[in-house]
DNA sequence: CCAGAACCATACCACCCGGTACGAAACCGT
DNA sequence: ACGGTTTCGTACCGGGTGGTATGGTTCTGG
């Protein structure tokens, strides 16, 4: 019983996923995002909680959705596939026509205050997840799958950094053909190809 | 004439280079800047303009001076040679124990708000800069010294992706020789080593 | 020894931040 | 139709932001 609420709670989220995204954590005001969700403080506050809890729905909205492609890239075979999956997946989820360049994850990752340091520790945890998630599937491949004498956890973090560094780049203006021109050079790494 | 200052104005801005480096551009409160200085606000604003002023001369600063390498590994022969002096020299200076973690230009590139537009478009323009003169330096290289079919250019985003990579890592919290590993797998992608 | 100039320190400005108290409005069960 | 409950809208809170006005202090040139 009660009134009933005047807006979609995942639609609004989707909102505040795009403000967040587009300008970070704490470049994200709580008057931008009321606005955009079209949603007035207290309801936000009533929903989701508070500024740092409707981050983290957020953050669980985009690895859902905007990151789902990983799941099935994983699978990929042979290893190098799975590989090329992630980067090219990556690129293109970093430079949508219909959604903000770079990285939900990696622009708030950086920057700025010290306040935000949970959000920050959130943020590199879950990324240490996927880095985690691509050793094992690394090391478990098959022998010869991968380059010699090339270390697993070496290779994810190198496959990691190269899609933090298009991040970066796409935040900054790089479009999706500069993008794929990277994964493109980064998979020379990948002998026998 | 006049009464002198009583600080080193080269002293008191390489304090607030740490702190930029350390809290990114916005991060940086003007009391963390003062405090960290040893100065009041109305010095920094009589010897450094304003805030955004300050920051680009620390940022010239840490061009000259933290990023001095950099001259020096671009005259490196053959080119192979050049990008890994550059890598490692990224790798390093991203993880010195008396400086702050990560790269003070990948810091302050990413985030918040869009009041500091203007110090952004600052940064990817230098960073710009640096993807030109590495895409200089390769495309006067040899024949035979760059991977067979590899562009020029193609080469110099990659190695700045791969650069930037680091930083987003090392403000993660990998040490140097993570990212000294990240340079060795990132190089394999340039053969004849 | 004094006048003018430069610097230092305090205290303040308007503005924006994340977060909330409170009353009015809209619904349901009875 | 009415009481209870939930949401909505406004207006507000303390605190921190970048930036500055003002007055006292310390120096140099004459």
Redesign the pocket.
């Known amino acids: 019983?009660?009134?009933?609420?005047?807006?979609d709670p995942d639609q609004a989220l989707g909102q505040a996923l795009e403000v967040f995204w587009r300008q970070g954590y704490?470049g994200?005001?709580?008057?931008?995002?009321t606005e955009a969700m079209g949603?007035?403080?207290?309801?936000?506050?009533?929903?989701f909680g508070?500024?740092?809890e409707l981050f983290r729905k957020a953050l669980d909205r985009y690895e859902s959705g905007v990151m789902g492609f990983m799941a099935e890239a994983m699978l990929r075979r042979p290893a190098r596939e799975a590989v090329a999956g992630l980067l090219y997946g990556f690129a293109d989820a970093q430079s949508g026509q219909d959604t903000p360049a770079g990285c939900l994850g990696v622009n708030g990752a950086l920057a700025c205050?010290e306040a935000s340091d949970p959000v920050r520790q959130e943020l590199a945890r879950r990324r240490a997840a996927v880095e985690a998630r691509l050793g094992d599937r690394l090391r478990a491949a098959p022998a010869g799958e991968l380059p010699p004498g090339a270390d697993p956890d070496d290779l994810a973090r190198y496959v990691m950094a190269v899609a933090q560094g298009m991040a970066v780049q796409a935040k900054s203006g790089a479009g999706r053909e500069a993008l794929r021109r990277i994964v493109a050079t980064a998979l020379q790494a990948w002998p026998a190809g």
Do not use: V, W
């Not at 019983?1 to 807006?7: N, S, T, V, Y």
């Not at 994200?28 to 995002?33: E, G, M, P, Q, V």
């Open positions: 019983m009660g009134r009933p609420r005047e807006f704490e994200a005001s709580l008057t931008d995002l949603i007035t403080r207290p309801s936000l506050y009533a929903t508070n500024k740092e205050s």
